[in-house]
Every structure is written in C-alpha cells, then in structure tokens.
C-alpha cells in the first residue's frame, strides 16, 4: 500500500492542488486572479524547457533504435497491428467525444483572448497565406535559429528525426554524439522533474485564477471529462481488448489473456508508468504463449509508438479544447485533421508518470492553432486521466503482441508453448 501511494504521490498532490485552486476561484472570483503570476511562471517554465526536450527526446529516440530478431516479418507485422490497433482507439475517443459538450461555458471566447500570446499582426499574416505556403511554413523554417522557438513545433520534430538518422548512419564515428545526446536527454528529463514540483502551486494558482475569471463551468467540465474517459477506458479494457485477443487465438486465447493480464494492469495502475510495467508485462505476454523474440520486441517498441489510453486521450483534450473555444468541426476534412493530430501526438508521449505528455500537448496545441499559455488545461487533463490511460497503453500492448504472434507464428503459435 505504501509503494503504491508512492508511486501516486505526484498525482495526487496535483489533484489536491486543482481542487483547492478550483475552491478558492469559486469563492474570491475576481479577485483570484491575483494568484496569475504564481501560474504564468509555471508555463513560462514548461515553454522555456520544451524545445530541448522535444529535440534531445526524438533523437536520442531514433539513435537508440536497433534491429531486432526476425527482422524484417517481426517488425512489419508490428507496425501493421500498431497503426490498426490506434486507428481503432482514436474512432472510439473522437466517438466517445463528439456527441458530449465536455466543457460547457459561454466565455470561449473571452478565455481565448485572454490566453491569446500572439500578435494580431502575426494572425493577420497567417491568415492571408496559401495553404501551401502554410504546409511549407509548418514543415520547414529558413533559419536553424527559428527551429529553437515554440512557434515551429513540427519544423523541430522534422529536424530532430533527420538528425537522429544521421547519427544513426555515421555509425561507430557517432558515439560521442550519441553519448552526448542521451547525457542531455537525462539531464533535461531531470529538470522537467525538478519544473514538476512546483506543479501543484502552478497549477492551483493558475486554476484559481481561472475559475475564479470564468466561473465553475470549466471545473464541472474536467470532472465530466474524467468521468467518461474512466467509462470508455473500463469498456475498451473489458470489451475491445477481449476482441482483440480472440482475433489472437479464439477462445483459448481469451482464456489466456485474462489468465495472464492482471499482474500488468495493477502493475500500471500502481505505476502510472508505461516504461516501469515493461518487465512485468514482458512476462505476462511470454505466460500467455507469446514467444520471447516477438514479446522483447513488441512491448518495448509499443511503450513508444503504440499507446491506445494515450490516443484516446488525446482525443479527450483535443475535444475539450474545441468545446471550450468553440472551434467547429463541420466538415470531413475538420474531423480527419483532428484523428491525424490526436494519432500523431501519440508518439510524442512519453513513457513517464506526471509530465510525459507535454510535448504531444504542445503539438496539439499549435496545430489546432491555439495559444501555448492553453497548455496547463490539457496538463489538468493528462494528470486526471494518467491511471486509466497508462493501464490501458499496457495491456494494449500485451494483447498487440498476441496479435503479432498470431500472424507472425501462424494459428497454432500456441501449440507451440
């Protein structure tokens, strides 16, 4: 019991921190904005830190991938499953989300404004552009300078891939660098941890501020949000899951899937830690008849790349958002840009408790066009959400890699343990 609080101490005293910043925006109102400042430099410390983090993380990402057993059939059936499988998680999030108002406020637009960082002469200029001009000035910037700025999020994610195949490619003659990079990458995950103590004050301060400017509606909406995604998250674990394993193995692979999952599931409900639950879930799928090349690949490849909690999510934060600033989703091609966001800044959450999603946050952000001083309401999102997502990006990938057993070792791979 007591590890486990331990391992939940982050989230809790986070929750703790909203809940006496919702009470205190509640009770002073206006006059709760005094505390401003205390959030303001909370954000301003997650913006300062999110271009390191994100170039260091992609690279040392990329420099660190290797070829596994069984090549090429192994890795393709994996990446086959992986896009399925989260094509299949972000339809129910987006489903789960569309027909439910999950913020109901009347002030979208005054809160829009009031986060609004950028120039009106900026938005001007942006406005007046062709989308291609637009696709080339999201994609590319023309000065490595403006690679370093929160602006061109997608032009440093572009940069940082290419750099860490590079590296990948000059081989022995990389060591240095990669060395170098995967010293940073620790130091700046460290202060990302350091920013993250003073979260609940960041976080208390700035919803208090807000709640206490734009009334309690904001704060029904988290409690309505976490509402339904623990609902769809138990439907998915039970149901979806289940599916999933009788696709593996029929009924015997049912069987072992629900003989075998608990030790994973409470490992990452204790953890809310993908990469702390790899070890056990390792075990777990190797119990349940998965070979031991394809569950050594499978799990640790899809604590990075496949995160069905995650995906949902992140369809949750991105609904949330355009309930809050009344952003219409009209047309089909409105609908796919936000299931492509939402499956793209899945592979930027990181496998951590508490502070592995700002980068995928960050990405929603600018490409939905929002103001980055937004990003602490998808951060009161993430952390309401943290135990049902991570238990779900667990076991999400224990079942994947029945699924890849399945089509890799043929219908009898489990004859064959």
């Known amino acids: 019991m007591k590890k486990i609080f331990s391992n939940y101490k982050s989230t809790l005293i986070l929750l703790a921190a909203i809940i006496v910043g919702t009470i205190v925006g509640i009770v002073f109102q206006e006059k709760a904005a005094i505390l401003k400042p205390l959030g303001d430099i909370f954000i301003n410390l997650l913006l ?24 090429s059939k192994i890795i393709i059936t994996i990446i086959v499953v992986f896009v399925v499988t989260s094509i299949i998680a972000v339809l129910i999030g987006f489903a789960s989300t569309y027909f439910v108002k999950l913020v109901d ?54 940069f940082s891939i290419i750099f860490g195949i590079a590296v990948n490619m000059a081989g022995d003659k990389a060591k240095p660098v990669k060395e170098l990079i ?31 400017s734009f009334g309690a509606s904001i704060a029904v909406g988290y409690l309505k949000t976490f509402i339904i995604y623990t609902v769809v998250a138990v439907a998915f674990y039970f149901i979806v899951y289940t599916f999933y394993a009788w696709i593996a193995g029929g009924t015997e692979g049912i069987k072992r899937f629900w ?46 790349f496949h995160k069905d909690g995650s995906i949902i999510g992140s369809m949750f934060k991105i609904m949330f958002l355009v309930c809050l600033f009344g952003t219409s989703l009209a047309t089909a091609g409105d609908v796919l840009g936000v299931l492509g966001i939402a499956l793209l800044a899945n592979l930027l959450v990181t496998a951590v408790p508490i502070g592995g999603g700002t980068i995928s946050e960050m990405l929603i952000i600018t490409m939905m066009g929002y103001p980055v001083a937004a990003l602490p309401i998808l951060t009161m999102i993430a952390t309401i ?3 049902p997502a991570t238990m779900l990006n667990v076991t999400g990938d224990t079942v994947s890699s029945m699924v890849v057993a399945r089509i890799v070792d043929g219908k009898k791979w489990m004859e064959k343990t």
């Open 48 to 71: 300062v830190i999110i271009i390191p983090l994100i170039f260091l993380t992609i690279t040392n990402s990329i420099t660190k991938m290797k070829t596994p057993k069984r090549l």
């Open 105 to 158: 406020t009347e002030d979208g637009e005054t809160i829009k404004q009031s986060l609004e960082v950028e120039s009106e002469e900026e938005t001007s200029e942006t406005e007046e552009m062709t989308i291609a001009e637009r696709t080339v000035n999201l994609l590319t910037v023309n000065d490595f300078s403006k690679l370093l700025s929160k602006d061109n999020i997608i032009a440093l994610l572009i």
């Open 182 to 212: 995967e010293s940073a990458n620790t130091v700046v995950e460290n202060i990302v941890k350091i920013i993250m103590y003073y979260a609940p004050i960041g976080l208390g301060c700035y919803f208090a501020a807000f709640v206490g």
């Open 259 to 304: 003989q075998h999952v608990l030790p994973s599931t409470i490992t990452a409900l204790a953890t809310c830690s993908s990469a702390a639950s790899i070890p056990v879930n390792i075990e777990c799928s190797k119990k349940m008849g998965v070979s031991e090349d394809i569950s050594e690949t499978t799990i640790p490849l899809g604590t990075s």
């Open 385 to 387: 959400i943290d135990a």
